[in-house]
T-cell receptor
Framework: DTGVSQDPRHKITKRGQNVTFRCDPI?????LYWYRQTLGQGPEFLTY????????KSRLLSDRFSAERPKGSFSTLEIQRTEQGDSAMYLC????????????FGPGTRLTVL | AQKVTQAQTEISVVEKEDVTLDCVYE???????LFWYKQPPSGELVFLIR??????QNEISGRYSWNFQKSTSSFNFTITASQVVDSAVYFC???????????????FGQGTILTVHP
């Protein structure tokens, strides 16, 4: 059984460019979460999906951020007009219907905005 | 609002020593879950343990044990006979009911960097 996968693992972009990250949760996990982690800090919640429905969004998720999970499987996180402050590790996690409180994390996508 | 505080920024021990990581949490919810995660240098968060608010029984799992005390809102984690491979950042996290909606987000502490020297 494969774990949560994220693509790409690293992304370097110039300020003002758009970037998109992908997360593939563990098979049959209905819940999917996005977090952001900056250097020296704990992860901060961004948004949460149950199946294809986006049920909660953090205030950290500005208008430049959008997340989708169109078929209730993989999810994408897009950042438009990137800023240097967006540089961080973006983590995806998923959990199953039988153990909803146990989130399994992917390896993360490290974004560097120049 | 939920809050998790890990007062220890860094801890350094010598192999085989026991080490306790402190965690204090805040929540108004009566139903909640507490977690410990490990983040090795590779960066991936690894789930270690979970405890719900109804069960204050402390347990031992291998070299790991935890002390959950609702009276002091603490959820401390102990590694017995530490090993070099235990070197990582350890995060305490909280998931609460948030007013009756389904559980979702984790609120993390700032992490404790543990270094185990040979």
């Amino acid at each position: 059984d494969t774990g949560v996968s994220q693509d790409p693992r690293h992304k370097i972009t110039k300020r003002g460019q758009n970037v998109t990250f992908r997360c593939d949760p563990i098979s049959e996990h209905n819940r999917l979460y996005w977090y952001r982690q900056t250097l020296g800090q704990g992860p901060e919640f961004l948004t949460y999906f149950q199946n294809e429905a986006q049920l909660e969004k953090s205030r950290l998720l500005s208008d430049r951020f959008s997340a989708e999970r169109p078929k209730g499987s993989f999810s994408t996180l897009e950042i438009q007009r990137t800023e240097q402050g967006d540089s961080a590790m973006y983590l995806c996690a998923s959990s199953s219907p039988t153990s909803p409180h146990e989130q399994f994390f992917g390896p993360g996508t490290r974004l560097t905005v120049l | 609002a939920q809050k998790v505080t890990q007062a220890q920024t860094e801890i350094s021990v010598v192999e085989k020593e026991d080490v306790t990581l402190d965690c204090v949490y805040e929540t108004r919810d009566t139903t909640y879950y507490l977690f410990w995660y490990k983040q090795p240098p590779s960066g991936e968060l690894v789930f270690l343990i979970r405890r719900n608010s109804f069960d204050e029984q402390n347990e031992i799992s291998g070299r790991y044990s935890w002390n959950f005390q609702k009276s002091t809102s603490s959820f401390n984690f102990t590694i017995t006979a530490s090993q070099v491979v235990d070197s990582a950042v350890y995060f305490c996290a909280l998931s609460a009911n948030a007013g009756g909606t389904s559980y979702g987000k984790l609120t993390f502490g700032q992490g404790t960097i543990l270094t185990v020297h040979p």
